[in-house]
T-cell receptor, first 109, second 112 residues
Framework: LAKTTQPISMDSYEGQEVNITCSHN???????ITWYQQFPSQGPRFIIQ???TKVTNEVASLFIPADRKSSTLSLPRVSLSDTAVYYC??????????FGQGTELSVKP | NAGVTQTPKFRVLKTGQSMTLLCAQD?????MYWYRQDPGMGLRLIHY???????AKGEVPDGYNVSRLKKQNFLLGLESAAPSQTSVYFC???????????FGSGTRLTVV
């Protein structure tokens, strides 16, 4: 399973765009990149998943460069309610996802 | 929209006691998982199941047993609880491995 490295914490202000980068140098050919969001006292919630290039949904965008050794989750115009822990996971669709420590995002007014 | 339901939500056990945590999903998902989460740490996979009647070990399986007798239910058992098993336990399910997990709201277990 590919190991991921992401910042432990990040601070931002309301209305700003937040980019959280995840490194996964040992990503395998079959691995997908998935991001989850977790609020205190809740289970993680699926945000977005991608394999290469760019994926966008109503919540976020995921940018994956050609070498796929990193990925960036982009949250447009964050609000206080986006304060949460964000997990980057890399895994084979036929394997099990392993969660790392995640990035604790704090959005300030 | 029930999704994934975990029971109980809270429990306090004495060392050596046993208990079973129940996870139920109504999405007809094949895959189900049990994770534990400790303060300041990410989630660690305990056991998982790829279908009814199947189970497999994850990262931290010691001290736990699981069963998947019905597709919609995944049970996590602690035979002899230890203080090191104090944690928040999350169940998840997915229609395919590695994709779009749906998590329950967790069970907070304290072993004293």
């Amino acid at each position: 399973l590919a190991k991921t490295t992401q910042p432990i914490s990040m601070d931002s202000y309301e209305g700003q765009e937040v980019n959280i980068t995840c490194s996964h140098n040992n990503i395998a050919t079959n691995d997908y990149i998935t991001w989850y969001q977790q609020f205190p006292s809740q289970g993680p919630r699926f945000i977005i998943q991608g394999y290469k290039t760019k994926v966008t949904n109503e919540v976020a965008s995921l940018f994956i460069p050609a070498d796929r050794k990193s990925s960036t989750l982009s949250l447009p115009r964050v609000s206080l309610s986006d304060t949460a822990v964000y997990y980057c996971l890399v895994g084979d669709p036929v394997g099990e996802l392993i969660f790392g420590q995640g990035t604790e995002l704090s959005v300030k007014p | 929209n029930a999704g994934v339901t975990q029971t109980p939500k809270f429990r306090v056990l004495k060392t050596g006691q046993s208990m079973t945590l129940l996870c139920a999903q109504d999405m007809n998902h094949e895959y189900m998982y049990w994770y534990r989460q400790d303060p300041g740490m990410g989630l660690r996979l305990i056991h998982y199941s790829v279908g009814e009647g199947t189970t497999a070990k994850g990262e931290v399986p010691d001290g736990y047993n699981v069963s998947r007798l019905k597709k919609q239910n995944f049970l996590l058992g602690l035979e002899s609880a230890a203080p090191s098993q104090t944690s928040v336990y999350f169940c998840a399910s997915s229609y395919d491995r590695g994709y779009g997990y749906t998590f329950g709201s967790g069970t907070r277990l304290t072993v004293v």
